[in-house]
């Protein structure tokens, strides 16, 4: 190869290698901005998972706002934090505050989702699928119905607050229980 023919070669080469590194900064953008949504989205979905699981401990429907006669109370209650909108934060915050003053009165408050699956899990030594999971607690907990995705998003935020691990088999998602360290 003469260096009259290596010229336009490299610049090509040059030229491709800037397009790609183009492409590539393009591309990390549009990456992180869906990051973001994605972050926000899940922060939004966790909220409304806290509020269903408050709303599910009541003992006394007719303390469940504007509940419709058959609706179901976790999808009442994604309803109703779609609808406070912007006011949600100040309406979680006397939530919690009811839920707090009920609990301490405690008279026959059900266990949270989050806290049913982990003692599921705790049963098993490998790792376990939402699906059978969910079946689990149907079978062991009658009273509770939560929806897959319910029972998916209530793992996916143990996942995230260090309390179970999430292992990919393929295209599978499975759960297992954090071990506790031996010396805490």
Do not use: C, W
């Not at 003469?2 to 953008?29: F, H, I």
């Not at 999808?75 to 912007?86: D, L, M, N, P, W």
């Not at 790792?127 to 209530?154: G, S, W, Y």
């Amino acid at each position: 190869m003469t260096s009259q023919s290596a010229a336009p070669l490299r610049t090509r080469l040059v030229e491709q290698a800037a397009s790609d590194l183009e492409e590539n900064r393009r591309r990390q953008q549009e990456l992180a901005e869906r990051i973001t949504v994605l972050k926000q989205e899940e922060a939004l979905l966790a909220d409304i998972l806290n509020l269903a699981e408050r709303y599910e401990g009541f003992a006394d429907p007719s303390r469940l706002p504007e509940q419709l006669q058959d609706e179901p109370v976790v999808a009442k209650a994604k309803r109703v934090s779609a609808e406070t909108g912007a006011s949600r934060t100040a309406s979680k915050a006397a939530a919690s505050g009811d839920a707090g003053k009920a609990g301490a009165k405690g008279k026959s408050r059900r266990p949270l989702l989050g806290d049913l699956l982990m003692e599921l899990l705790g049963k098993h030594e490998g790792p376990r699928l939402a699906k059978e999971l969910r079946d689990e607690l149907l079978v062991k907990h009658p009273d509770r119905n939560p929806t897959p995705q319910v029972v998916r998003n209530t793992l996916e935020a143990l996942v995230a607050k260090g309390r179970i691990q999430r292992h990919k088999q393929q295209r599978s998602v499975m759960y297992t229980l954090v071990e506790p360290d031996s010396a805490g």
